[in-house]
Antibody, heavy 111, light 107 residues
Framework: EVQLVESGGGLVQPGGSLRLSCAAS????????MTWVRQTPGKGLEWVAN???????NYVDSVKGRFTISRDNDKNSLYLQMNSLRAEDTALYYC?????WGQGTMVTVAS | DIQMTQSPSSLSASVGDRVTITCRAS??????LGWYQQKPGKAPKRLIY???RLQSGVPSRFSGSGSGTEFTLTISSLQPEDFATYYC?????????FGGGTRVEVK
């Protein structure tokens, strides 16, 4: 069974950093398109970034230069390194593979 | 970026009703479009991919159609468990973009 479990969210001050993790089971992360999607509380969905099989990554403009998506093949995990965090990055972050979503991890950026 | 415009933003319907939700893209996205259902407090669930293919395990009352810039999600006979918010997602050009959502409420 394909399963995704996110972790690493929390409260961080503006300008700070967080690293989100997504532990995958039931499939091989490096063989898949892996995506991060976020949802602002009470609002809609925003596609954030993806990494494809060859390791290339794509980002929404608002996070380019601040966020980095990566994977660890040995741990079969996906990551999102988030630097220079802003209040507008506050959201529930989901790890997604194909039609399967994790339960999300909450990131709150506030002083 | 490609803008995805969903309509309506909300609708009220009764069990048994036929419901249609539209998603319009600001540019041609071919058939690279998916539909997602989200219930309160839950992660989204994919219903349809590449515009018209039903995700495994999704009831056949859900269907998708369209290509290019106009797409439709249809629920042929609304069931109690279908009251939720629905989103489209274009996956043709980066950055991928979601529609603003359509909330389906009880009439």
């Amino acid at each position: 069974e394909v399963q995704l479990v996110e972790s690493g969210g929390g409260l961080v001050q503006p300008g700070g950093s967080l690293r989100l993790s997504c532990a995958a089971s039931g499939f091989i992360v490096s063989d898949s398109w892996m995506t991060w999607v976020r949802q602002t509380p009470g609002k809609g969905l925003e596609w954030v970034a993806n990494i494809i099989q060859d390791g290339s990554a794509n980002y929404v403009d608002s996070v380019k230069g601040r966020f980095t998506i990566s994977r660890d093949n040995d741990k079969n995990s996906l990551y999102l390194q988030m630097n220079s965090l802003r209040a507008e990055d506050t959201a529930l972050y989901y790890c997604v593979r194909d039609g399967v979503w994790g339960q999300g991890t909450m990131v709150t950026v506030a002083s | 970026d490609i803008q995805m415009t969903q309509s309506p933003s909300s609708l009220s319907a009764s069990v048994g009703d036929r419901v249609t939700i539209t998603c319009r893209a600001s540019q041609d996205v071919r058939s690279d479009l998916g539909w997602y259902q989200q219930k309160p407090g839950k992660a989204p669930k994919r219903l349809i991919y590449v515009a018209s293919r039903l995700q495994s395990g999704v009831p056949s009352r859900f269907s998708g159609s369209g290509s290019g810039t106009e797409f439709t999600l249809t629920i042929s006979s609304l069931q109690p468990e279908d009251f939720a918010t629905y989103y489209c997602l274009q996956a043709n050009k980066y950055p991928f973009t979601f529609g603003g959502g359509t909330r389906v409420e009880v009439k």
